[in-house]
């Protein structure tokens, strides 16, 4: 799999062109389904409005709206009650996974548990864009700063698809406790390597070599 890990979606020119490098091909020509699973665990989300904006492609953080050749809706806590043959084939035949940010523990919970996670290692030429949550749901762990729903497990470890940590947002007006300052304290509870990205930065992952696009500020820490 083939990983766009964004902070705020596909903000500018360099993160879009990073998208169509990892496609290959013209958005138009590909087919995405969109997961809006993370935004129903985090409090400043839910369901309703924000997760419709987002599959509507209304909302601030461009990802459903880019022009896709079609976009369908895949709602991971749907999975377990229905036939695998249902929705399995639909998950191999996309192009390219959105995944909203939200809840990342919420998120991870319900990969697992609808058993995406186990399929995703098989998508070798799916591009998996990730917005906030839907890119820290790849790390190993997110950390006690982003935890807001709480998990059976209890702890904060996430997929671990990657080998460092994300904290998005960083500086961005409506939170002001997201400052570098604060995502290098809470890289060093981590453990591993840690990224600190703004809203107009972006962390491509294919072929097993990482690369940061940005437009603004980032910040690797830890490790």
Request: charge should be negative.
């Amino acid at each position: 799999m083939k990983l766009l890990l964004t902070s705020a979606g596909v903000k500018n020119t360099s993160i879009h062109d990073a998208l169509l490098g990892l496609l290959g091909r013209p958005v138009a020509d590909c087919d995405a389904l969109c997961i809006p699973t993370a935004m129903y665990g985090h409090p400043q989300a839910g369901p309703g409005d924000e997760a419709w904006r987002f599959i509507a492609g209304r909302s601030a953080e461009p990802m459903v709206e880019l022009g896709w050749k079609s976009v369908g809706v895949l709602e991971l806590t749907a999975l377990p009650t229905i036939d695998p043959e249902l929705w399995v084939p639909k998950l191999r035949d996309a192009d390219v996974l959105l995944v909203s940010g939200g809840d990342a523990l919420y998120l991870n919970h319900w990969m697992r548990e609808s058993g995406v996670a186990d399929l995703l290692p098989s998508f070798t030429e799916t591009v998996y864009v990730g917005m906030s949550a839907g890119s820290m749901v790849m790390s190993p762990r997110i950390g006690q700063f982003f935890v807001e729903w709480t998990p059976p497990s209890g702890d904060d470890a996430a997929l671990g698809v990657v080998d460092f940590s994300i904290f998005p947002h960083v500086d961005h007006p409506m939170l002001p406790y997201n400052t570098m300052a604060a995502a290098e304290k809470w890289a060093a509870g981590i453990g591993g390597p840690a990224y600190a990205i703004d809203d107009d930065t972006a962390i491509v992952v294919a072929d097993r070599a990482v690369e940061v696009v940005s437009e603004g500020t980032w910040k690797l820490l830890g490790g």
